[in-house]
């Protein structure tokens, strides 16, 4: 595992819960394979006095090659109206848990993050109990990978970088600027499928230093469905295989439009619409080819690009709307990236094969 330097989880206890101490994880328990319980060792679950109030601090250390990452199983068994637990999850979420909730909650620390467990009782005694358990395991930090640059495009199919693991995965990319991810898709796609939403994280920056962790749920219909880092890092963990897909970009690419969309190429035509300023990236990621059938332009003239790459000076125009085409396009291509300066059109893509 390395030269990890464990710290202790750190336990905050305020001077009434002194009925019921705070149990610590020691160093020597975060190592691969270890499973702690708490506050009591056998797992089961523990009762509460009146006027309990103690946060813990579960913490996932990591180096730059090697790392722990914890799955905490949380058992509620509250019972008073007003006592609840509130846990403050990687990506600084918080979610509540109360006596009518789910009894048992799973929650992922990956390696270099913190998750927090307040647990609160009130001055009335109604036998509320929960219990803890820390399972962890030793990981390997993914490779760093230079973004690419020119003509080519930067896109992951997050399954890819599992290899055959449903435990731990990852790849941190590096750029001179800072990066935007934009999840491939539609919003709905992801959000009505909850298996997804604790199965892939995106860190804004490396493990070692990490300025925030999204998870697929924040990219819900009701927020934005692409965040731009502050780092010139961004690292992408996969837990399972499950089909997440994204598109990266340098910011310089996306800043020139109003609105950048990241999709993925299928064999079911689908119908897009251009407004503005606009570009629209596109990604076959299981085969090569893509068909293209211009259905109608809204706006003459018509200032409009297909570009074999990303939206950038490098990319190799294979064809441009003010020509009118009006039979389908066959792009013998993995991608493409339609551009729209002012013109409303509208298309039909899907793939070639």
């Not at 999204?214 to 499950?242: C, G, M, N, W």
């Not at 689908?270 to 503005?276: G, K, R």
């Not at 211009?294 to 441009?320: D, F, H, Q, Y």
Request: net charge negative.
């Amino acid at each position: 595992m390395g030269n990890l330097t464990f710290q202790f989880i750190t336990l905050l206890l305020v001077p009434y819960a002194s009925a019921l101490d705070c149990t610590q994880i020691w160093s020597s328990d975060i190592r691969d394979g270890n499973t702690v319980n708490f506050p009591k060792s056998d797992g089961s679950m523990q009762t509460l006095p009146g006027n309990f109030n103690c946060v813990y601090n579960i913490s996932a250390p990591t180096n730059s090659t090697n790392g722990i990452y914890a799955i905490v199983t949380l058992k509620n068994g509250l019972q008073g109206a007003n006592d609840y637990i509130l846990v403050k999850k990687i990506t600084g979420t918080q979610q509540k848990l109360v006596s009518s909730g789910n009894k048992v909650e799973t929650f992922k620390v990956i390696p270099g993050s913190q998750l927090s467990v307040q647990v609160v009782t009130k001055s009335v005694v109604m036998n509320s109990q929960f219990a803890v358990s820390v399972e962890y395991h030793g990981v390997v930090i993914g490779p760093k990978v230079q973004m690419k640059t020119g003509g080519e495009m930067n896109y992951l199919d997050v399954k890819t970088i599992n290899h055959g693991s449903d435990l731990f995965s990852s790849v941190t990319y590096v750029s001179m600027e800072h990066i935007v991810l934009t999840l491939a898709g539609t919003e709905f796609d992801y959000h009505y499928d909850s298996n997804v939403y604790d199965t892939c994280y995106f860190i804004d920056g490396t493990f070692e230093n990490q300025r925030k962790i999204y998870e697929v749920d924040d990219f819900a219909p009701d927020k934005d469905r692409d965040f731009t880092t502050i780092a010139h890092h961004l690292t992408i963990v996969s837990l399972q295989e499950k089909v997440i897909q994204v598109v990266l970009n340098p910011v310089s690419e996306v800043q020139q439009f109003d609105d950048l969309y990241a999709v993925p190429v299928t064999n079911t035509s689908e119908v897009y619409y251009t407004t503005n300023n606009d570009a629209y990236e596109f990604v076959n990621f299981d085969s090569v080819g893509i068909v293209m059938e211009v259905v109608k332009v809204i706006t003459w003239p018509c200032r409009a690009i297909v570009v074999n790459g990303p939206p950038n000076a490098e990319s190799k125009v294979l064809l441009s709307l003010d020509s009118n085409p009006t039979k389908p396009q066959i792009f013998n291509v993995k991608y493409l990236t339609v551009v729209s300066y002012g013109c409303n059109f509208e298309f039909t893509l899907r793939s070639s094969n």
